[in-house]
């Protein structure tokens, strides 16, 4: 096994983080009346999201092909990466509900779909597979999306809400 | 019913039950009063989706079912709109509708 590339790993951060400024995030979190912890909140909600997500796809790429579903599952349960995936959930759900406290859900859900992003440039990158032009365009069209609904409030005004 | 047929509804009901989770989990940080009722309420159906999901990929492949379930995105916005009463613009659903094309593009060669 070879050691950890600790330079592509910090090139693949940069690069998120460039993305994240890109289509709007680093952005909000500047703009006026919208809090930074929300920015922050959001942003960590992609991440957990994006590590469960590789966690899980490392974690069934690593399985015996010709195991049985049970000895897969305990070939799960007994991984190390497992019980950092059963830590990272909590936290994750915490952090959305702050999240929630502080935007609408018809806001903070769609956005957190840059998730899609993070795992497919981390897939290609990190885990070396194949990107078609299929999925280049979905990532075009998600980060169009994101892009028009940080456009919008990130919160009802309540007279509207109450209407 | 065939196979996938089973499989394509599991989802969408998964879809559902998200929808109705997220609003739950909405309306305990906006009601102080029933706070953890809607928080627990919100955990039992998040469990009950995923035992739902699971089930779901018996019968689909997960490349489809992954495709299929960001109809969770057009249910949350759908269910915010007219359940929480939230303000969705045309340029919201412009965002939601380009995501979830997006997003099934991507998720459909995985």
């Known amino acids: ?163 | 019913m065939g196979q996938a047929t089973v499989g394509v509804l599991l989802v969408v009901i998964w879809a559902l039950l998200e929808g109705v989770a997220q609003v739950f989990l909405k309306k305990s940080v906006l009601e102080a009063v029933r706070r953890y009722l809607w928080i627990s309420l919100g955990v039992v159906i998040l469990v009950i989706e995923k035992l739902i999901y699971s089930q779901a990929l018996l019968f689909l492949d997960v490349g489809a079912a992954y495709a299929i379930s960001s109809l969770n995105l057009i249910s949350v916005t759908f269910m915010s709109r007219y359940l929480l009463r939230e303000k969705v613009t045309r340029m919201r659903w412009l965002g939601v509708c380009l995501i979830f094309i997006g997003a099934g593009l991507v998720a459909v060669r995985t």
């Open chain 1, 1 to 163: 096994m070879s050691p950890p590339n600790w330079a592509a790993e910090k090139g693949i951060l940069l690069m998120l983080f460039k993305t994240h400024r890109m289509i709007g995030i680093y952005g909000m979190s500047i703009r006026k009346n919208f809090p930074t912890r929300l920015a922050v909140g959001l942003l960590i909600a992609i991440l957990i999201d994006t590590v469960l997500q590789l966690v899980w796809k490392v974690a069934v790429l690593s399985l015996p092909s010709d195991g049985s579903p049970w000895l897969n599952v305990q070939a799960i349960l007994h991984r190390p990466l497992f019980i950092f995936v059963v830590l990272l959930m909590p936290c994750q759900f915490f952090n959305w509900l702050m999240v929630l406290g502080k935007a609408d859900l018809s806001f903070a859900q769609p956005i957190t779909s840059l998730s899609y992003v993070s795992v497919f440039c981390l897939s290609v990158f990190y885990l070396n597979e194949a990107a078609d032009l299929v999925q280049i365009a979905g990532i075009i069209f998600v980060l169009a999306g994101v892009w028009f609904i940080s456009q919008t409030d990130h919160v009802t005004p309540p007279k509207e809400s109450e209407a």
